[in-house]
């Protein structure tokens, strides 16, 4: 049961434009989430995250949208940047729960010169 | 430099073999992690330990076996028992309490010969 969906497994973007990854969730008692920016063999890096009473998180060029309604996220990347290219993971936790992690699938997002 | 250290970078193991990879943090971290990631797939959980001493069973936990007599050190043993151990393995930590925004090592690589 994957209760973290990442349905885009690859996404292009020219550098330059914006970089929208989207994410999917089906438990209903998540209420904090998290992205994560991996390159290859090497550890995910912290990315931005966002809590369940905000629909929106900024941090320079990376902004996290959670629309609860639709146990949707998405993660804004603007402007793309070559170095934006990695595999970006979308995580959810119940913080009043087990408060482990729960992983999406990941979206390899490569940023095209 | 505070961080989390994983070794071997590549590990190989025959049939029949029980093998141990090393992760080491000097963050002053509490909790720790071991995950799995597939290729195509998210990271799975299969052991972590909040406090010296004591470990508990992830997702995935069948197959492996983990220990935490220091603070700083939570190896992972991939045991016989796991018949298909091909994947990338990375540890992970947290201040006690903060279970959500987890630091990685740049993981191990595990093949079966």
């Known amino acids: 049961d994957q209760q973290v969906k990442q349905n885009s497994p690859s996404l292009s973007v020219q550098e330059g434009r914006i970089s929208i990854l989207n994410c999917d969730y089906t438990n209903s008692m998540f209420d904090y989430f998290l992205w994560y920016k991996k390159y290859p063999a090497e550890g995910p890096t912290f990315l931005i995250s966002i809590s369940s009473i905000k629909d929106k998180n900024e941090d320079g060029r990376f902004t996290v949208f959670l629309n609860k309604s639709a146990k949707h996220l998405s993660l804004h990347i603007v402007p793309s940047q070559p170095g934006d290219s990695a595999v970006y993971f979308c995580a959810a936790s119940a913080r009043f729960g087990n408060e482990k992690l729960t992983f999406g699938t990941g979206t390899r997002l490569t940023i095209i010169p | 430099d505070g961080g989390i250290t994983q070794s071997p970078k590549y590990l190989f193991r025959k049939e029949g073999q029980n093998v141990t990879l090393s992760c080491e943090q000097n963050l002053n971290h509490d909790a720790m992690y071991w995950y799995r990631q597939d290729p195509g797939q998210g990271l799975r959980l299969i052991y972590y330990s909040q406090i010296v001493n004591d470990f508990q069973k992830g997702d995935i936990a069948e197959g492996y076996s983990v220990s935490r007599e220091k603070k700083e050190s939570f190896p992972l043993t991939v045991t016989s028992a796991q018949k298909n151990p091909t994947a990338f393995y990375l540890c992970?930590?947290?201040?006690?309490?903060?279970?959500?925004?987890?630091?990685f090592g740049s993981g191990t690589q595990l093949s079966v010969l």
């Open positions: 992970a930590s947290t201040p006690r309490g903060v279970n959500e925004k987890l630091f």
